[in-house]
């Protein structure tokens, strides 16, 4: 099993930034791939970022050139640097790890998710 806590969101003006980090725990040594949703009201769930174990990495056309997804793996933690917000990137913030290594191939885990509010 694969535990994950995510943290950084919060209020922040259109134009400004924000750092998410997601914590995992547990069977971290099962995790493959990482990365992000996020899900805003009446909306679907939308992917934002990936972060693969070979280092590769890509994001969904919406957040290119503003959001970078980076892994620290020492610590067993993945970040979402997000600049240049937008009001419509408001929405709660999701992590998700799959421990293909050696836990159930492709199912997710998933924190409890994270609040992003941007005013304009």
């Known amino acids: 099993q694969v535990q994950l806590v995510e943290s950084g969101g919060g209020l922040v003006q259109a134009g400004g930034s924000l750092r998410l980090s997601c914590a995992a725990s547990?069977?971290?040594?099962?995790?493959?791939?990482m990365g992000w949703y996020r899900e805003a009201p009446g909306k679907e769930r939308e992917l934002v970022a990936t972060f693969a174990i070979d280092g590769g990495s890509s994001s969904a056309n919406s957040v290119k050139g503003r959001f970078t997804i980076s892994r620290d793996n020492a610590k067993d933690t993945l970040f979402l640097q997000m600049d240049n917000l937008k009001p419509e990137d408001t929405a709660v913030y999701y992590c998700?790890?799959?421990?293909?290594?050696?836990?159930?191939?492709?199912?997710?885990?998933w924190g409890q998710g994270t609040q992003v509010t941007v005013a304009s």
């Open positions: 547990g069977d971290t040594i099962c995790i493959s791939d």
């Open positions: 998700y790890a799959e421990g293909n290594l050696c836990l159930i191939p492709n199912y997710k885990y």
